[in-house]
């Protein structure tokens, strides 16, 4: 299992969120796109016992740190993890859920949640994490994104500012995305930025709902 020490800091705030939109009494599904070590899903799922969590992710090294995670926290609504190019559109995954291939599961998620991915990944990650939760989403569905984000041009504080240079000088396709031009693309597929949470360590939460 490997350590996650952001996820272990922002897991609480990250939860308190998502209490305000998912709900616990009806069975529901969710989609994490790049879940990393998987200590987000195993963890989120204790608290949310009738949610089915899938988790996916694009290395697929990760996959047995996802599932070291769901043994630790003994949880049973999470997945296998499965593997997932997000920039890809639907069409080409290969991957599973319950059975059924990805692509034949339109409108078949209630929740999607990505946390700490579009700083870190091509943009075409961005673009394609927005047009793939516009096939996946129910109607009314909710997208949840997590990370560092520019404000209308404006990146703050200056903390955040020299992480986007960190990030820009390892790869000149990564770094801090702003939230005016997320929202330019997500309208496209039909998917509109409904709430912004500030939470710890200068990071915001979004909620996004597919119209």
């Known amino acids: 299992m490997l350590r996650n020490p952001a996820g272990e800091r922002n897991k609480e705030a990250i939860l308190e969120v998502l209490k305000k939109y998912i709900i616990v009494n009806t069975n529901t599904t969710l989609l994490e796109i790049s879940s990393g070590?998987?200590?987000?899903?195993?963890?989120?799922?204790?608290?949310?016992?009738?949610t089915t969590f899938q988790p996916s992710e694009y290395e697929k090294e990760m996959f047995k740190s996802i599932v070291e995670?769901?043994?630790?926290?003994?949880?049973?609504?999470?997945?296998?993890?499965v593997y997932v190019d997000i920039s890809k559109?639907?069409?080409?995954?290969d991957a599973k859920f319950n059975g059924d291939y990805l692509r034949d599961c339109r409108e078949s998620f209630d929740y999607m949640l990505n946390?700490?991915?579009?700083?870190?990944?091509?943009?075409?990650c961005s673009i394609g994490l927005f047009s793939n939760s516009s096939k996946l989403l129910k109607k009314d569905g909710i997208l949840f994104t997590y990370g560092p984000y520019a404000v209308d041009g404006v990146l703050t504080p200056e903390s955040n500012i020299s992480f986007d240079q960190s990030l820009?000088?390892?790869?000149?396709?990564?770094?801090?995305?702003?939230?005016?031009?997320?929202k330019k693309i997500a309208i496209k597929f039909s998917i509109m930025l409904i709430a912004s949470y500030d939470l710890p360590a200068n990071n915001k939460l979004l909620v996004w709902k597919r119209n």
Request: net charge negative; proline share 7%.
């Open 37 to 50: 070590t998987g200590l987000h899903s195993s963890f989120l799922a204790k608290y949310f016992p009738m």
């Open 89 to 93: 559109d639907l069409e080409n995954w």
């Open 168 to 182: 820009k000088s390892r790869n000149p396709s990564w770094g801090i995305r702003d939230i005016a031009e997320l």
């Open 69 to 81: 995670y769901k043994r630790h926290y003994g949880v049973e609504n999470v997945f296998e993890p």
């Open 115 to 124: 946390i700490n991915m579009m700083h870190i990944s091509p943009f075409e």
